[in-house]
């Protein structure tokens, strides 16, 4: 029984932050890599970030410096700190878990909803 649980979402003015939170039920969080994908209306869901079970990173090149990924273990929580929003990272924000070894995705939570307004 594994659940990926996202929290966190919600309106924001443009230049504000936000933190999302994704909790992991069951015991496979500490061996697994980690991530956050997003859809904008009518596009296509995109690479955020993700996390290794060693925290080693790895980000969308266009977000790099504005978003940070994180984990804690002992919560099984993973966290994408998101500053200097702008209104084109309006988005439902999915946390996703990996297969072991692999870049397939196994697990992915319900989404979170993330308005930037002008």
């Known amino acids: 029984q594994v659940q990926l649980v996202e929290s966190g979402g919600g309106l924001v003015q443009a230049g504000g932050s936000l933190r999302l939170s994704c909790e992991a039920s069951?015991?496979?969080?500490?061996?697994?890599?980690m991530g956050w994908y997003r859809q904008a209306p009518g596009k296509q869901r995109e690479f955020v970030a993700y996390?290794?079970?060693?925290?080693?990173?790895n980000y969308a090149d266009s977000l790099k410096g504005r978003f940070t990924i994180f984990r804690d273990n002992i919560k099984s929580t993973v966290f994408l700190q998101m500053n200097s929003l702008k209104p084109e990272d309006t988005a439902v924000y999915y946390c996703?878990?990996?297969?072991?070894?692999?870049?397939?995705?196994?697990?992915w939570g319900q989404g979170t909803q993330v308005t930037v307004s002008s």
């Open positions: 996703n878990a990996y297969r072991r070894f692999s870049f397939e995705s196994e697990y």
């Open positions: 069951g015991s496979i969080f500490s061996t697994r890599r």
């Open positions: 996390i290794t079970s060693g925290g080693d990173t």
